[in-house]
């Protein structure tokens, strides 16, 4: 609303209240019925099923996030997502990689893009919309990428089956001898340019594609090793450990984890390592190495690494790359650890699998060191088989034989049910996507390694929801610019990977607006319980985080009131926060929010509200209904019809998944003033065909 009407619209909201008995502020009695459009105004559709098939072969849920648009791109072998982008939706499957439900998604859908970070599913795959149904099925999805590749169209990427039946693997059953011709990490092989000293060949025999002999292999029916062996079960649980804490929704890995850490053996006991898989096209080599406490090796040559996965790919698959034929590790691959006390003087005399206490132990990733890689874009460039990244502070070094001034691996511990910890160390690579899921494997021990930090597998993610526009002349026609109080919706869950969720917010993004009028900005809770707590948070612009906010909640009215007055902050950000008691986690999404703007007007001894809703939103106990049914209002409290009226505007609506910059036309102050109809030429028919046409009139690029 401009300033130079600020009177007149003054002067009629003056005589609009001084005709309402203030003492009695609820539904007035004997009102003529106006005519009004019944249209809703609503950008949602309420009831779109949604399945979703991944097809892991591990008892492992998949996290997945649903976009209206791509929201990312392929940077060498890693999906990258882009900046600034939000998902309408993001959930876990159950534990047959299946997700099937009903959600509330905005109208304008016609297709959506389906991401994950799971390192054993398709990355990015798209579905058309029909009609109220979604269904994403990546088995079909991956037997369509051929076409999809011909077409030119290479943002999909194919998934790879991780070995079928787990314990007895498909290899190949060469018992050749190890041969160095494959292995290019050896420092008799390169010393000039590796300068890692000889990795030791003494712990497992390999084949010439890199795959381990069964020999080489603790099994689920070694029974005197069992409880060094994962199983399928507790794979697919470590499984979903790392997707949480490591990238989930996330473009890097959060840096808390990120450590160069050798691990301490406090007491002694056997060690073994169980391979998880990777997210890379790149055929690297894992070794390991020991020093005693207080002696760590200034260098990888001092190490005396021993070599226990010559080739950690594990079938890497897009449309560009294919590592099928130069796969080496299966997920579950499970090898103990040998203690060499004689290392040091190129002797296994005394090996033993019971490492001593007061040693530490760690591990080192040789990226692209095996031979037989994926040639399917000339992966053969000797320039980056010296990149090393090692748990060892100062061990790690980039392709020009430089120390990387960061740390290249993530060690952390994981808790399950039964009080047993098992400790994660996930790779990052050559490739700089962060996202240490290069190569990820779990420590079994029989042995007590200290000082691993603990992490609590619960995700929190984000969901745009979209924005409210209000217009603060009601009742009196406005100017329907729709601009004067504009307010983005974020939704925010901690949930676990069975969907249970722990807390729940939502972040009301201001704008700043031209509106001259006073309007506060609160927000209706629906689906708080008595045992829920709640907290208020406020971040201005500028500010790094939030702080608290001093504001209370109304039970009665289920309100908080967020500011008094919009601008006083402009482009302020207000979060509330719900969190469900400790032991009673809430199946799905409980609380809905709902903003709307009010005034607070006194009128002797007693306090109103004006307030304005959403079409066909009830107003809260506070409000003054003599409001009602003057003006341009046809509301009819008596029959519970509020905030409606004729013609094609609405007071107040709500933009399902729009952004800033689908409504920048309302936020730029060049068109103060000017009716929404006349900024977005699919709106009209939106409105006279009831929300069945043009339904992205608000996201279409004009």
């Known amino acids: ?89 993001s959930g876990w499957t159950s534990k047959d990689g299946t997700f099937s439900a009903s959600l509330s998604l905005p109208s304008y859908l016609k297709k959506v893009y389906v991401y994950t970070p799971a390192m054993f599913s398709t990355r990015i795959m798209e579905a058309e919309v029909n009609g109220s149904q979604i269904n994403v099925v990546e088995n079909n999805y991956a037997s369509q990428a051929a076409t999809r590749a011909t077409e030119g169209n290479t943002h999909g990427a194919v998934r790879t089956d991780i070995d079928p039946d787990y314990s007895t693997y498909s290899r190949k059953n060469s018992q050749k001898e190890n041969t160095n011709y494959s292995y290019m990490v050896a420092g008799k092989t390169r010393p000039e340019e590796y300068n890692d000293g000889d990795w030791k060949d003494w712990l497992v025999t390999y084949n010439n594609d890199g795959k381990l002999h069964s020999e080489s292999i603790i099994k689920n029916s070694d029974k005197d090793d069992a409880d060094l062996y994962l199983g399928k079960e507790l794979a697919g649980e470590l499984y979903e450990a790392h997707q949480a804490v490591i990238n989930v929704n996330k473009k890097e890995c959060p840096k808390k984890l990120r450590s160069e850490y050798d691990m301490y053996i406090s007491q002694k006991g056997e060690i073994a390592i169980n391979f998880l898989g990777g997210s890379t096209c790149w055929n690297s080599s894992l070794g390991y190495y020991y020093y005693p406490e207080g002696h760590k090796p200034a260098s990888l040559a001092e190490a005396n690494v021993v070599l226990v996965f010559p080739n950690t ?91 990387f001034n960061e740390p290249r691996t993530a060690v952390y511990k994981y808790t399950d049910e039964n009080k047993k910890d098992y400790i994660m160390v996930s790779f990052e690579d050559n490739t700089d996507d962060n996202n240490f899921s290069d190569v990820v494997f779990t420590l079994t021990t029989r042995a007590t390694i200290d000082n691993i930090p603990d992490v609590d597998p619960k995700v929190e993610v984000s969901e745009l929801k979209g924005i409210y526009a209000f217009e603060d002349l009601w009742p009196a026609k406005g100017d329907y610019d729709m601009n004067d109080v504009m307010t983005k919706s974020t939704y925010t869950k901690l949930t676990d990977s069975n969907n249970k969720i722990y807390e729940e917010s939502y972040t009301f993004k201001t704008y700043g607006n031209y509106a001259t009028l006073t309007n506060g900005l609160a927000v209706r809770l629906d689906g708080v319980s008595t045992t829920d707590k709640l907290e208020f948070y406020v971040k201005a612009v500028g500010d790094e985080d939030f702080s608290a906010l001093e504001t209370t909640y109304d039970a009665t009215d289920r309100v908080v009131v967020l500011t008094n007055d919009v601008n006083t902050n402009k482009g302020a950000e207000y979060k509330v926060k719900v969190i469900h008691a400790e032991n009673s986690p809430v199946k799905k999404e409980t609380i809905d929010a709902e903003p709307f703007i009010f005034r607070a007007e006194e009128s002797g001894d007693a306090v109103a509200w004006w307030e304005v809703h959403l079409t066909g939103y009830k107003p809260t106990s506070k409000m003054n209904f003599g409001y009602f049914n003057t003006g341009d209002d046809c509301s009819q409290p008596n029959k519970d019809i509020y905030y409606v009226r004729s013609g094609e ?30 900024l977005y030429s699919g709106y009209s028919d939106w409105v006279t065909g009831n929300g069945t046409t043009n339904t992205d009139w608000y996201k279409s690029a004009e």
């Not at 019971?354 to 000797?382: C, H, Q």
Request: net charge negative.
């Open 1 to 89: 609303m401009k300033k130079s009407s600020l009177i007149a619209v003054a002067t009629a909201l003056l005589a609009l209240s001084g005709c309402a008995d203030h003492s009695a502020f609820g539904p007035q009695t004997e009102q003529d019925e106006k005519e009004y459009n019944s249209f809703d105004f609503s950008t949602i559709n309420n009831n779109v099923a949604v399945n979703i098939e991944y097809s892991v072969n591990l008892e492992a849920s998949v996290f997945f996030s649903i976009y209206d648009q791509e929201p990312g791109s392929w940077v060498e072998n890693a999906y990258v997502l882009k900046d600034g982008i939000q998902p309408l939706y």
């Open 313 to 403: 790919q594990d079938g890497f698959k897009t449309i560009t790359y294919n590592g099928e034929k130069t796969k080496g590790a299966f997920t579950g691959d499970c090898v103990k650890l040998k203690y060499y006390p004689n290392i040091a003087s190129g002797s296994q005399e005394g090996a033993t699998y019971e490492f001593p206490a007061g040693y530490r132990i760690g591990f080192v990733l040789a990226t692209n060191a095996w031979s037989n890689r994926i040639k399917s874009w000339g992966m053969t460039w000797d320039r980056n088989f010296k990149v090393r990244s090692a748990t060892s502070l100062g061990l790690s070094v980039d392709r020009n034989g430089n120390i």
């Open 649 to 678: 505007y609405p007071f107040a609506f709500f933009l399902a998944g729009a952004t800033e910059t689908d409504l920048s036309k309302m936020l730029d102050p060049n068109n103060e003033s000017m009716p929404i109809d006349k």
